[in-house]
Structure formats: structure tokens, C-alpha cells
Antibody
């Protein structure tokens, strides 16, 4: 059973960079079964897919955020990370890391972290 | 980008009711359509994948159907634990979520 846990600052100042890390247990970041994914949810609103990274380092980003985001792997630590530049109040959200299972014909986000609230405020 | 449109945005129902939520894709996506359930303060939980396959541990009162651009999530007899928000999501090309349908107590 894959488990994911987000970590990072809960408060970021406007124009600065939001950085989050997702620690994966019960599965390997090197697995070709998953897209390692970031999703966010502003308070009281719906889910927004941010992007994902594959085991080989290939990334796919939401076009609306593409110029500001970087998702990367840390294979020795079995972690992956999100960096979002030039944040504003609209980036305040619960950020989830997740495992999007792309094996066995599923293509479904089977595993989710508990989520971490990041607020953008001075 | 593929846009996903859910309807209705909210639904007031009673325990035992049959509930139907629809999701429309802006272009054909085959059966690359998933459904999730989210309760307040919790991460979403997968319900249905590939349009009609039940995720592990999901009760059989949940079912999904559709292909191409039009999809449906049905709860045959709503139980108290089913009051939640439901999201569709396409996995045909990167990923996009619908805006959600909140199922509330009538």
C-alpha cells in the first residue's frame, strides 16, 4: 500500500517561491506504474491538477501554471517535490501529492496524501 | 486542454434516493474517466475508474457508465455516508477535474 506525506512551509509571502516535498512509502519513486502528482484545492473550491512527473524524470504540467512550476524527483530519498514561483493570494490552497496509477489499465489517482494547507500572505 | 463539465453543481437528496451525476468532456476521451468522492477536510477517494470499473472497497451501490464525451455516476440508494462532493476527472490527456457536485441533505 503506497502512502504519501506532504511537508513544507504553511505560510509563504507574496512573490516568493512555494516549495513542498512528498515522501513516498510502500512504493518506489523508480516505479513505472505511477505518475507522481501534485493537485491543489483552494479553500471551498474544487480540485486543480498541477502536474506530474514520471520515474524517468519526464514532467507534464497544467498549462495555466506551466511557467511557474517545477516538479522534480529525489530518488535516493524516495521523494518528489513541487516548486511554484511568484506566488500570490490565489495560490492559497490545500496541496495534495498523489500517485496516479498508470498500470493495469487504470490511469486513476489511487493514492493521496492527507494534504497540506499553504497560505500566501505577507 | 480538455474541459470537464459536471451537472448539477449541487443536489439535495434523502437517504434511499437514487442519485445521478453527469460529466461531459469537451472532446472524446474514450473511457478515460474517473470519479472521486471527497468529504470535508479529507483527501478525495477513488470510486470509479475507466468509466465503469469499481475501485477496491467501493460499495456496489455506486456505478459508472458512458464513453466518448458523456458520463454518469449513479448511486442506486443513497446512504448516510454518501453525503459528500463528487468529482469526475479525465485521464485521456494529462488530467482535468470537473468542478464537483455536492450531494447534500434535503
Amino acid at each position: 500500500q503506497v502512502q504519501l506525506q506532504e511537508s513544507g512551509p504553511g505560510l509563504v509571502k507574496p512573490s516568493q517561491t512555494l516549495s513542498l516535498t512528498c515522501s513516498v512509502s510502500g512504493g518506489s519513486i523508480n516505479s513505472n506504474d505511477y505518475y507522481w502528482t501534485w493537485i491543489r484545492q483552494p479553500p471551498g473550491k474544487g480540485l486543480e491538477w498541477i502536474g506530474y512527473i514520471y520515474y524517468n524524470g519526464r514532467t507534464y504540467y497544467n498549462p495555466s501554471l506551466k511557467n511557474r512550476i517545477t516538479i522534480s524527483l529525489d530518488t535516493p530519498k524516495n521523494q518528489f517535490s513541487l516548486r511554484l514561483n511568484s506566488v500570490a493570494a490565489a495560490d492559497t490552497a490545500v496541496y495534495y501529492c498523489a500517485g496516479d496509477l498508470v498500470a493495469a489499465g487504470k490511469y486513476c489517482i489511487d493514492y493521496w496524501g492527507q494534504g497540506t494547507l499553504v497560505s500566501v500572505s505577507s | 486542454d480538455i474541459q470537464m463539465t459536471q451537472s448539477p453543481s449541487s443536489l439535495s437528496v434523502s437517504v434511499g434516493d437514487r442519485v445521478t451525476i453527469t460529466c461531459r468532456a469537451s472532446q472524446a476521451i474514450g473511457t478515460y474517466l474517473n470519479w472521486y468522492q471527497q468529504k470535508p477536510g479529507k483527501a478525495p477517494k477513488p470510486l470509479i475508474y475507466a468509466a465503469s470499473s469499481l475501485s477496491s472497497g467501493v460499495p456496489s451501490r455506486f456505478s459508472g457508465s458512458g464513453s466518448g464525451t458523456d458520463f454518469t455516476l449513479t448511486i442506486s440508494s443513497l446512504q448516510p455516508e454518501d453525503f459528500a462532493t463528487y468529482y469526475c476527472q479525465q485521464s485521456y490527456s494529462t488530467r482535468t477535474f470537473g468542478q464537483g457536485t455536492k450531494v447534500e441533505v434535503k
